[in-house]
């Protein structure tokens, strides 16, 4: 009878399963395939060409490519500025939204999920309308204010990227948060307070420690995401080419190898080693996070 019931309990698991299968696990097999394998000409290259195993060739070309190894330092040096800004604006929205009641709180809650509730590309599409210095406001804005910025220069356009991603990012993460501080005991506020703590005391000493594990699921999503940005900077390439290149993320080389190249096995091998970068960051961030907890 219990063997029974546990058929069919997993039987209500097969469609994922077939999910995970198929849409995981196939094409990451496909794509390890393919990076083993390299397009070689015929002849003059009049004859085609033909696919021939080149064994982790292309694995150590993408070890020592420099616009690839650029990229993700680029990226990373601007992870670990975003991702902690992110964050903390989250933190502190969360910790504000707990300080009101359920009723007000509620409100302000759906206010600040509408920028995460809008796509990522029509996000990008109105910031960059936003900072164009011909048709929006920002622009005029600064010079009122005695600012020449140029949100498109090589100085500002990852802080442009940066501001981006932060609005779009800190309703999603807000949540998360938000949805942890609403498990920690009252009883705990209560009595603190009768101690004579102060509400940022009991941010500081309770909620913030409670809400660790929040934080640390919230920093492993935005290192995964970010490690893979590739919507903003493409949509920043077409109205600033000279300062956002094919090359500017990991991403982006990828795609312009595989669809723009034609250098499908290359491109396969480096989206590995990119799965690989991010398998990596992710499991040293949760050990020196879980290790801070303990």
Known sequence: MIRSLRWKGAAFT???????????????????????????QSGLGLGGSTEKFSGWANYQQGLTDPAFLSSILRVVLFACVQIPVMLFISLVLALLLDALTSRVASRFRILLLVPYMIPG??????????????????????????F????????????????LLTWHGIGYNMVIIYSALQAVPRDLFEAARLDGASEIRIARSIKVPYVRGALV???????????????EPALFRNVTPQTVNDSFTPIMIIYNQAFNAGNYHYAAALSVLLALILGIASFLFYRLTSREAD
Do not use: C, K
């Not at 077939?18 to 394998?37: D, R, T």
């Not at 020449?148 to 501001?163: A, E, K, R």
């Open 14 to 40: 097969v469609p994922f399963q077939l999910g995970f299968v198929f849409l995981y696990l196939v094409p990451i097999g496909y794509a390890v395939y393919q990076s083993l394998y390299r397009e070689q």
């Open 121 to 146: 590309v029509v996000a990008a599409i109105v910031w960059i309308n936003l900072y164009s210095p011909d048709v929006g406001p920002l622009t005029p804005m600064g010079e009122v204010l005695g």
């Open 148 to 163: 020449h910025w140029n949100f498109f220069s090589p100085s500002m356009v990852w802080t442009s990227i940066g501001n």
């Open 217 to 231: 699921l919230t920093g492993l999503l935005s290192i995964i995401q970010m490690l893979q940005i590739f919507n």
